[in-house]
């Protein structure tokens, strides 16, 4: 994101990987005098899913702040992991998503 590289702090080169989820979400601008911005994870939205060298579309879903995120295909099929690391990302609703 931001065109720049991501580097493990503990390992000093760049993370790879296996599962990267995009997830789109509502955002609120600059909450408090820091300028923080609030994205609001819990409720569904759209989610887009790379693993394998395959990209797929389907949905998120939080109902609690405590809760699982549960992600799922077009289908409604729970999305099934790939082994190893997973990098979520959260973007504001209508983001565009390029690969």
Do not use: C, L
């Not at 569904?44 to 579309?57: L, R, V």
């Amino acid at each position: 994101m931001g065109g720049a590289q991501h580097i493990d702090q503990n390992t000093s080169k760049q993370i790879s990987p296996k599962n990267v989820v995009i997830m789109e979400v509502p955002e609120t601008p600059s909450v408090d005098i820091h300028k923080h911005n609030y994205f609001q994870t819990t409720g569904t939205g759209k989610a887009t899913i790379f693993q394998n060298g395959e990209k797929i579309e389907g949905t998120w879903a939080k109902k609690a702040r405590e809760d699982r995120t549960i992600f799922t295909d077009k289908k409604g099929k729970q999305i099934e992991f790939v082994r190893g690391m997973i990098w979520i990302e959260v973007v504001d609703k209508g983001t565009e998503i390029t690969n």
